[in-house]
């Protein structure tokens, strides 16, 4: 055992931690959601104190063999070992100065440990003296925020594309399968299936887009600023050389902020991009409400449609088998909208120079982005590529239904297309029964009318050149 002490006095921690005091009070203070601060986080507040580390050799301010030891001990972190001393709760108080001084003292105590020193003995390499040297928890933490936030899109944005991709590749097997297009959820036109998948793949298409912008927001970091984003204990050289070692550690292209006190002080970038992640989930939330709707049944419902059977349905019923994965889908966009208003709320909850509640707003995206990029993968991969068209039961609805009916305005007019689908709906024939027995219009004018490819594109079904 050693024993280590702090403002508050002394603390015995065992001689196999490797984090200090000031993570133990943490541990201890917030034992909360149950989850330590995301290892991406970890990932990217260790980066940042190598840059630091970095910068403050190159500039002297940091003698050279210890800023050494501390980037090796990064180095040995950044690539997966000590995980398992990132101990501090996801939701803290503090601002992430709990997270910043677990990140400094495992990382000093590794330093020490390659300087030949035993673990604790702090004048050897201090957490803050030297770990955390020209920084504060209020740059520290906001920059390696967003460092992990970007390290986090880039898998989501490359799903979108294939979720897509998939949807296209859906949109082209089913491009001559006509069936009933519905407006709140009343039988409609005809239109093609294939016309409905285009339609979320465009819509996925936007969200990519939006992935795109909510990169480029995260971009701006503060690092340098130090508390209040003025760069006290910062030196100058220091400010203007950081940042660009940053961007090289990480591959992003990272800029420092002009003016650093906004991004110490405001988190709207946050609310931001959480709001660009809150509306692909809800454009996702919406595809899977329809998968769902047109493959309800299969006997009593619509079933256009067939969704791959991933399991049994009921535990009661047999031969049921549920939406399961498109209702998975519905329940992380609930989450992912949840966890929007939550950050919403962080955000306009700071004060004056800082923000406090910036774990939460972190712990928030982190999950959305997490949820996006599992959800989407066995949304493409266990539901669209392997869904399968009912054609007839699409020919089926279409031709009992009066949706066609639509198609006859231009050549028998509103009034007579209506009564028409009266009878239709009275009788229980279809609109081709009542057509042809009634004499409205004769077989061939008819089929030109009702050809599927006419009654799926812009023009006049049966009009010469649409017009």
């Known amino acids: 055992m050693r024993i280590e002490h702090d403002l508050l006095g002394e603390r015995e921690l065992s001689d196999e931690c490797y984090y200090g005091i000031h993570t133990l009070r943490a ?30 050799c190159e500039i002297g ?20 070992k000590y995980r398992d001393q990132f101990v501090v709760d996801a939701m803290q108080g503090g601002a992430g100065t709990s997270a910043n001084m677990n990140a400094n003292e495992v990382i000093a105590n590794r330093a020490i440990e390659l300087l030949g020193g035993k673990r604790g003995d702090y004048t050897i390499v201090h957490p803050l003296d030297h770990v955390n040297m020209s920084q504060s928890t209020n740059d520290v933490f906001p920059t390696a925020v967003r460092i992990a936030a970007i390290k986090l899109l880039k898998p989501v944005s490359e799903l979108f594309a294939k ?89 992003i292209g990272l ?10 002080q405001n988190a709207d970038v946050f609310v931001e991009v959480s709001s660009l992640l809150k509306t692909s989930a809800v454009n996702l939330s919406k ?3 329809d998968l769902r709707l047109l493959s309800s049944g299969p006997r009593a419902g ?11 349905g009921s535990s009661i019923m047999p031969g049921k088998v549920n939406p399961v994965i498109p209702e998975a889908i519905n329940q992380i966009a609930f989450r992912i909208i949840g966890n929007d208003t939550v950050i919403a709320i962080a955000a306009q909850s700071g004060q004056l120079e800082l923000n406090p509640f910036l774990p939460v707003i972190a712990d928030s995206l982190f999950e959305t982005l997490d949820l996006l990029r599992k959800g989407l993968e066995i949304f493409t991969d266990n539901c669209i590529k392997g869904i399968k068209a009912d054609e ?36 229980g024939r279809n609109l081709r029964e009542v057509v042809l027995e009634e004499g ?5 004018s008819l089929n030109s009318i009702l050809n599927p490819i006419e009654l799926t594109r812009p023009g006049v079904p049966g009009k010469k050149g649409g017009n």
């Open 440 to 444: 409205i219009l004769d077989e061939e």
């Open 392 to 427: 007839k039961r699409c020919r089926e609805l279409v031709e009992n239904s009066f949706a066609l009916c639509t198609a006859l305005i231009p050549h028998i007019g509103y009034d007579k297309a209506s009564e028409v689908s009266k009878k239709c709906l009275k009788s």
């Open 287 to 289: 595809i899977a409400s």
């Open 255 to 264: 800029a420092r902020a002009e003016y650093m006190m906004d991004p110490t």
């Open 61 to 80: 301010r940091l003698d050279k063999k210890i800023g050494e030891a501390i980037i090796k001990a990064c180095d040995e972190i950044i690539e997966g």
């Open 302 to 312: 619509f079933g256009e449609i067939n969704l791959p059977a991933v399991q049994a």
């Open 163 to 251: 979720l897509q991709n998939a949807l296209q590749e859906k949109e082209e097997e089913f491009v001559d399968v006509l069936k009933v297009g519905r407006t709140q959820l009343q039988d409609a036109v005809p239109v093609m299936l294939g016309q409905e998948f285009g339609a979320w793949a465009q819509a996925v298409s936007r969200d990519r887009w939006r992935l795109y912008k909510a990169e480029e927001r995260l971009r701006q970091v503060n690092l340098g600023g130090t508390a209040a984003g003025t760069g006290i204990n910062a030196p100058k050289k220091y400010i203007f050389m950081v940042v660009d070692k940053l961007r090289e550690l990480t591959g």
């Open 27 to 56: 541990k201890e203070n917030f034992d909360l959601s149950g989850r330590s601060i995301h290892p991406k986080l970890v990932e990217a507040l260790v980066t940042v104190k190598k840059a630091c580390a970095i910068t403050n």
